[in-house]
């Protein structure tokens, strides 16, 4: 006895095989690849916006000049109220002899 002509069934595969990705038309369905090509793109896309905002860290030597411009602006700034004390002062001198000149008249 013959046994009947059948097509041979593909076993199914626990991890998914390639034949069972495969449509009628014998294409690979390549649909269920969207969410994962989605998400590595997202993923990438998030690595690139940090690493372009990441800060760069200046130059050893503008660093160095920056350093050095605000010790010049802080003794200048001393300077400043070091000539407003002896302003304040003489003008307290110039008060007071206008005002003796004042009662002495």
């Given at each position: 006895m013959r046994r009947p002509a059948c097509r041979p069934q593909l076993k199914p595969d626990p991890l998914g095989s390639a034949a069972s990705?495969?449509?009628?038309?014998?294409?690979?369905?390549?649909?269920?690849?969207?969410?994962?090509?989605?998400?590595?793109?997202f993923a990438a896309i998030k690595i690139v916006r940090i690493a372009v905002n990441r800060p760069v860290s200046p130059p050893a030597e503008v660093t160095a000049r920056v350093?050095?411009?605000?010790?010049?602006?802080?003794?200048?700034?001393?300077?400043?109220?070091?000539?407003?004390?002896?302003l304040d002062f003489a003008e307290r001198l110039?008060?007071?002899?206008?005002?003796?000149?004042?009662?002495?008249?």
């Open positions: 990705a495969l449509t009628a038309e014998g294409r690979l369905d390549l649909k269920p690849l969207i969410p994962i090509v989605a998400i590595i793109a350093e050095e411009l605000e010790r010049v602006v802080q003794s200048l700034q001393q300077e400043l109220a070091e000539t407003q004390e002896r110039l008060g007071k002899a206008r005002e003796e000149r004042r009662i002495g008249s």
